[in-house]
């Protein structure tokens, strides 16, 4: 597990399921790039489709790889269920810690993608537990902690459109990639 420390006024983009698509991987990117945010969580799920998943429109694993190379510094990633040893020779930034914890705002966040570790079975000990894999969105408080999944940026699933999160000062927006709107917001 990764343990981070950051001061107050955080701001954060947060995204899972890339999948190896190309083009939403770009538009997290260009978002990152305008936003003036603190760091890029990445929730897992990076460069391979997974034999469950069709192949995800725009398939370039080699162009995610690039774009999310340019990012490397600003990125905090865990691993997810589609993620190999190969894939951590091809990025230069780390991918294969099952779980992160980033202690930011004076609260404790949880990042894991969803598949060993879930909202119902973590260490405990957290404020906020960020977790992607369901490719649905969810942001809700259980038993006081609050439970993030960003959906997918490529494969999204349930009916929603592809989204990705926003974490600023304490408070949370699930956003579709698609137009922009807010699907859920909440304060911690």
């Known amino acids: 597990m990764v343990a981070l420390c950051y001061s107050s006024s955080m701001k954060f983009l947060i995204a899972s399921d890339i999948h190896g698509a190309r083009i939403p ?4 990117a260009d978002i990152y790039s305008k936003g003036s945010f603190d760091k890029l969580l990445l929730l897992g799920d990076l460069l391979y489709h997974g034999p469950r998943n069709d192949l995800p429109d725009s398939y370039e694993p080699k162009a995610v790889i690039q774009i999310l190379s340019e990012l490397k510094n600003e ?8 993620e190999a040893e190969v894939d951590q020779m091809v990025l230069p930034f780390s991918v294969l810690s099952e779980s992160a914890v980033v202690f930011a705002d004076g609260i404790r966040i949880f990042m894991t993608h969803g598949h060993k570790y879930t909202k119902e079975n973590h260490p405990g000990g957290i404020d906020a537990f960020f977790s992607g894999h369901t490719h649905i969105p969810l942001l809700e408080t259980a038993e006081g902690i609050t439970v993030l999944n960003p959906g997918s940026i490529s494969i999204p699933k349930g009916g929603f459109p592809p989204s990705y999160a926003l974490y600023e000062d304490r408070r949370i927006s699930i956003i579709s990639l698609t137009d922009g709107s807010v699907l ?3 304060e911690m």
Do not use: L, P, Q, T
Request: glycine content about 6%.
């Open 184 to 186: 859920y917001k909440s």
């Open 25 to 28: 991987a770009e538009k997290i």
């Open 75 to 82: 990125i905090i990633a865990v691993r997810g269920n589609c």
